[in-house]
């Protein structure tokens, strides 16, 4: 299986603020990775899919990068409901697999 | 918007088994892989399986790799999945989930959720 890790696995930010969080595949992926936001209670919300495309209806302080093995997730001017755990996830191979999560926190 | 309905969770001892249902509305199911996917807090979101468009092909991650087996059954716009020898571990919240956008681009629709719970 490709393994995915998510680094850091936990921050602190401030409402107004920008994070990054990165994702790095053990192998080459090309641009076959997409980002979940996760709230407690409520399904996964799909934000980025190939990289760096914008899922329809999520804001434009969501931003996506990367290929090959190295990914990051921006968030530009954090929002309250922004608090929440973020997840990558590859589709290059037949069996997918997430990162392991990062919690973004007040 | 496409709706999707998980039922079949529930409590179920270790070893027992479990078949959970997704209904899909509101869209044409059989133009689209389906997938299972579970969350728990400690462990987080977890890929379990997926079926192409006419059941033909199926993907799984290795951890329930012959002991869940996922189908479909197009008439009735579901999905499903069995789960035997089921494990503590297996707790959780599982999900169904499509990607209308196509296979490679990220699930962007997702029930809303069905909780298992293994224990004696």
């Known amino acids: 299986d490709i393994q995915m890790t998510q680094s850091p696995s936990s921050l602190s930010a401030s409402v107004g603020g920008r994070v990054s969080i990165t994702c790095r595949a053990s192998q080459p992926i090309g641009t076959y990775l997409s980002w979940y936001q996760v709230k407690p209670q409520k399904a996964p919300r799909l934000l980025i899919f190939a990289g760096s495309r914008l899922q329809s209806g999520v804001p434009a302080r969501f931003s996506g990068s990367g290929s090959g093995t190295d990914f990051t997730l921006t968030i530009r001017n954090l929002q309250p409901e922004d608090f929440a755990t973020y997840y990558c996830q590859q589709s290059y191979s037949t069996s997918w697999t997430f990162g392991q999560g990062t919690n973004v926190a007040i | 918007d496409v709706q999707l309905v998980e039922s079949g969770g529930g409590l179920v001892q270790p070893g027992g088994s479990l078949r959970l249902s997704c209904v899909v509305s509101k869209y044409t199911f059989s133009n689209y892989w389906m997938n299972w996917v579970r969350h728990t807090p400690g462990r987080g979101l977890e890929w379990l399986a997926n079926i192409g468009q006419d059941g033909s092909e199926t993907f799984y991650a290795n951890s329930v790799r012959g002991r869940f087996t996922i189908s479909r059954d197009n008439t009735r716009n579901s999905v499903f999945l069995h789960m035997t020898n089921l494990r503590v571990e297996d707790t959780a919240v599982y999900y169904c989930?499509?990607?209308?956008?196509?296979?490679?681009?990220?699930?962007?629709?997702w029930g809303q959720g069905t909780t298992v719970i293994v224990s004696s």
């Open positions: 989930a499509l990607g209308s956008a196509g296979y490679y681009y990220g699930m962007d629709d």
